[in-house]
Structure formats: C-alpha cells, structure tokens
T-cell receptor
C-alpha cells in the first residue's frame, strides 16, 4: 500500500537560513508527489507537484523539491526562509489515478526564529 | 474563482447530536473530496464525488457518516450520533480532470464534540 513518511515532526530554523523538509514515500510505480502548506486554522495550499520529467520541480513562494527514485524521497527546499513561512507542511502521494485520492504524511511543523 | 467554501467554520456539539457540514466547490469543478484531519496528523481521505456520483468511500466513513452531492454542485457531510472521536477538522476539496491532480482545499470545518 502507498504511504508517506515525514521523519521530522517539528523543525526550527532561523530567518534567512536554508530549509529542507524530508519526505519518503512507498509506492510501486512512478509516484505522483505533492507538497502542501497549511497555516494555522486554514486549509491546505498546493506548493508544488511532481508527475514526471525533470526531477527538480519549482513551486510557489520560492520552494522547490527534488524527486530521488533511488532514495524514495521528495524533499522540499527553500534557500532562505522568511518568517511568513512558519506553518505546517504536508507531503502527499497520489493514491488513485482514477479518483485523485491523496495519501498524506503526518506533517512537519516549521518554526522560524527571528 | 471564489475558492472552495465550507460552512460552518466551527461547530461545537454535544455527544450524541447530529451535525451537517456544507461544502461549495469551485463552480466548474466536477470532482469533490472530503478529508478528515485530527490534531497533529495529515488529512485522511473520506470520500470522493464525480458530479453527483459518490465513487469511493473510505473505511473511515462509518455508518454514522453520510455524504451527498445532490446536483453535482455543493456537498453535505452529515455525522449522526456524534462521538468525541469525531472531533477533527473536516476539509473539502475540489478539482476538474484537466487540473492534473492536486486540488483546491477549503478552509475546513472544525468540529468539537463535548
């Protein structure tokens, strides 16, 4: 069965520092992968997605992610974090191409220190 | 594009009462999803509609849960005889087939059962 693991429950970085959030997936075929961000009390916003092709994908708000099949990973990165990036981040894999159902990881909470 | 609207934003109910939530998707989106998110966890898939047809239901959707999308537009999620374990954020999302997966989420309805 497909699954997503986000090993880091909570990460703190200083404003201006670089960021990497880890995501590992379990999926038999080529996965469709997503990163979402959720601000407190809000719904989820799509940051970026990977279906095929270039393994480095660019997203909104200066985020990028790299798909590494050999490591079953899809890590999210940002070169310089802003205080407004503090939020919860979810990695997800497409569970069904027929329905579009997503399987989410448990999330990583990002805290940004001034 | 007014986004995905959910109503109410918050609901507090006593155990054993019935509650109903409403979701208004983006108007041209024919796919609609419900997810449940408990504290500290990622969203979990509940059910999927294509137009008015409910095409997939999760095992999480017990007999006390029912969802409808009568005219292929708005959707309702009803929980009968609520239990404390039903306390969660209920998220609605919508998409259209050409969107390439990755959908638009609403802000959610937070249910607290006391």
């Amino acid at each position: 069965a497909q699954s997503v693991t986000q090993p880091d429950i909570h990460i703190t970085v200083s404003e201006g520092a670089s960021l990497e959030l880890r995501c590992n997936y379990s999926y038999g075929a080529t996965p469709y992968l997503f990163w979402y961000v959720q601000s407190p009390g809000q719904g989820l916003q799509l940051l970026l997605k990977y279906f095929s092709g270039d393994t480095l994908v660019q997203g909104i708000k200066g985020f990028e992610a790299e798909f590494k099949r050999s490591q079953s990973s899809f890590n999210l990165r940002k070169p310089s974090v802003h205080w407004s990036d503090a939020a919860e981040y979810f990695c997800a894999v497409l569970g069904s191409s027929n329905t579009g159902k997503l399987i989410f990881g448990q999330g990583t909470t990002l805290q940004v220190k001034p | 594009d007014t986004g995905v609207s959910q109503d109410p934003r918050h609901k507090i109910t006593k155990r054993g009462q019935n509650v109903t939530f409403r979701c208004d998707p983006i108007s041209e989106h024919n796919r609609l999803y419900w997810y449940r998110q408990t504290l500290g966890q990622g969203p979990e898939f509940l059910t999927y509609f294509q137009n008015e047809a409910q095409l997939e239901k999760s095992r999480l959707l017990s007999d006390r849960f029912s969802a409808e999308r009568p005219k292929g537009s708005f959707s309702t999620l009803e929980i009968q005889r609520t239990e404390q374990g039903d306390s969660a954020m209920y998220l609605c999302a919508s998409s259209f087939p050409g969107q390439g997966y990755g959908y638009t989420f609403g802000s959610g309805t937070r249910l607290t059962v006391v």
